[in-house]
């Protein structure tokens, strides 16, 4: 079989599309014919050698999230039965035409979404739900400002921060561009990071009050910026650092305005089963319903993974961006 691996830590070229031996399920595992494999700032992370919480051995098949059909069964597994479509969530090896993962980590795919869907919701949806409510715990009403809102969680969380009563949404972004995308999804207004003085017209255009919820992803001056447009009594989301620069905070920005920060992890909300369970559920029902709408940016075949990568890293994605083992 085909798998996108890296033998040495570097650059998006260390990415080589390979012939790998077949993978056979031991007990307690499935095997999953992969159909989409989703691409994740934390995959770049792992390629680049950034530090994790868990080894990269190489070579090295990135990838947490899969979807595709069972294919297989260890010697003690009964179910679900082969052709049966699920998404996997899982420490590595997505980026491959056939992977073997643990069976009770298998999740059915619902009806109405396909497997392109369902990676494109998964693990981005439950960023934003999470990020939003219970470390944001955004109430109606608030202003929300959205940071990398034309990105694979930002475009999300713009469409769920006005699905859950958000009184003003204001997309950050860094072209005009991305800014129209996250227009077209429900957000209010625009501002663009990149251009000086944009905190200032944060305040200018919530007339002075500044915002309650922020959800945080690039890091460095940003952060700064956009912790100074907080509101007596706003929360600052802190769910990533897509620039790699540390922001140097002084405490005064929260204790003289009552503003807090809060650092967002997703992968220690999923112990919490029924949360998860809770949460994609009300998310695929948000897309059946037509109120939830999923931005793909590009489907790429597998041997384009260090495009792919690219695409996220270099911040030129509008939406996700998955991969395709079989195209």
């Known amino acids: 079989m085909k798998a996108a691996r890296f033998h040495e830590t570097g650059p998006p070229e260390v990415l080589v599309h390979e012939d790998v031996p077949d993978p056979v399920p031991g007990p307690g595992e499935i095997l999953l014919k992969v159909e989409a494999a989703g691409v994740n700032y934390v995959d770049i992370m792992r390629r680049r050698g950034d530090p994790m919480h868990e080894p990269s051995p190489t070579p090295f098949t990135i990838g947490y999230e899969m979807a595709g059909v069972v294919a297989g ?64 715990r955004l109430a109606k009403g608030e ?16 469409q769920l921060a006005r699905i859950w009563g958000a009184g003003s949404v204001i997309a950050a972004a860094s072209t005009e561009a991305k800014i129209e995308v996250a227009r077209s999804l429900g957000a209010d207004l625009g501002v663009n990071y990149n251009e000086p003085g944009w905190g200032e017209e944060v305040m200018r255009l919530t007339e002075g009050r500044g915002t309650d919820v922020v959800v945080e992803s690039v890091g460095g001056d940003t952060l700064l910026t956009a912790l100074g447009t907080l509101a ?7 769910l990533g650092s897509a620039s790699n620069v540390p922001s140097l905070v002084h405490s005064g920005e929260l204790f003289n305005h009552n503003r807090s920060m809060v650092g967002f992890g997703v992968h220690q909300y999923f112990p919490n089963t029924e949360l998860i369970k809770s949460t994609v559920a009300e998310l695929v029902e948000l897309i059946v319903d037509g109120q939830l709408r999923l931005q793909l940016d590009h489907v790429l075949p597998l041997s384009e993974a260090a495009q792919a990568h690219r695409l996220v890293e270099e911040r030129r994605s509008m939406g996700k961006v998955v991969l395709q083992p079989w195209a």
Request: glycine share 14%.
């Open 73 to 136: 069964h260890g010697p003690d597994v009964d179910g679900p039965a082969e052709g049966t479509p699920v998404f996997v969530h899982s420490g590595s090896g997505a980026y491959a035409q056939y992977a073997v993962v643990p069976a009770d980590k298998i999740i059915p795919i619902p009806e109405g979404i396909d497997a392109v869907q369902m990676t494109t919701l998964w693990l981005q949806g439950i960023t934003a739900a999470l990020a939003l409510r219970e470390a944001g």
């Open 143 to 158: 202003t929300v400002l959205v940071e990398a809102a034309a990105g694979g969680v930002g475009v999300l969380t713009v």
């Open 232 to 238: 007596p009594f706003g929360r600052i989301v802190v």
